[in-house]
């Protein structure tokens, strides 16, 4: 109870600081009334879907947008406060200097004042605009990104073999069909050998991804598709009314992935021919530094030789450096999602940030070491904040290549 005291108190004072700016540039009565009667809503909203929430079903989309519309506007508001936070700095510092020098400031202050309130609300539209875009439209801006990774002892048959990796999808968040579809066929435009997903096909329940067979069963590839767990798909984040109904909601949730035209890998391996060569491909359960430990590499591997050329799906990327990236198997790729890139960054040329980087080492796109590769993918789904900004949802297209 005391957290959310604290975070209401907290939400309010941030408000109130904002609102400085609104009443110095304004003198309209409706505008400040207007302020409150938006902020103070957005609050009640959240609260009151925080007070009546179900813990059988976890986020649902109500939720995260009551948690999305509180991020629109606070953080516009968290900019105002720290301009206008510096504002105050240089008030009582100059306030002090004139009690001393006799100097007249009323004047000065109050048009300095106004000039910074334009400036903080200036400011402040970036991050609203930005929000609003990741909520409305950036959520299903689906990118096509490509890598050619090159391997000494990759089989010449294999020579310029193409999969597309897929993660995330989460399809308990969808709320547009017509996106999805639109994203499915970006997939299908790739015409890779595999489609390979790797893992949280739902945020909690089977139930969820049900509307959305008939979609995502209609992926192609000329090779198969092949996917494993996520941490997301072992019913962890809801409350079930007994042990039976948990282990059935896990049961239907691997179920789901034949449905769509998807072999569930888990803690096995097949391999994967074309003309006189093959490759292994070899899918653990979640294994992550602070998620479920199921994922078992040496069962996985039981059943190919050392010298194969190994292609890996591991939900989870903190997995690579725990134990895949120094495993005697020797895993030349590994595929992985989870992070989302916190679904909110920056990626232009000569910049790539995003506060998934101070808890993941490897957060999005392709890293090396050893000779081996990792890729995290973005995700193709969202989850909690209902949008994405700046980090967008990702199709990967990886072609292997003889170096």
Known sequence: MIRWIIFVAFILFVDFYAYQTIKTLTKNKIVKILYWVVSIGILINLVYKLLVF???????????????????????????????????????FKVFFNYFSKAESKTFLADRRAFVSKVALALAAIPFTSVLYGMARGKYNYQVINHTLYFDDLPEDFDGFKLTHISDIHSGSFDDAEKIDAGIELINEQDSDLILFTGDLVNNTADEMIPWISHFSKLKAKLGKYSILGNHDYGEYVHFNSEEEKRKNFQDIKDLHPQIGFNLLLNDSVYVEKGDDKIALVGVENWGKRFKKAGDLNLASAKIKKEDFKILMSHDPSHWDAEIKNHESNFHLTLSGHTHGMQFGIEIPGIKWSPAQYVYEQWAGIYTALGKYINVNRGFGFLAFPGRVGIWPEITVITLKKK
């Open 54 to 92: 179900n813990d059988s079903r976890g986020l649902t989309q109500p939720m995260m947008l009551a948690f999305g519309l509180l991020i629109l506007f606070i953080m516009p508001k968290i900019i105002m406060l720290a301009v206008l936070f510096g504002e105050d700095v240089f008030r009582v």
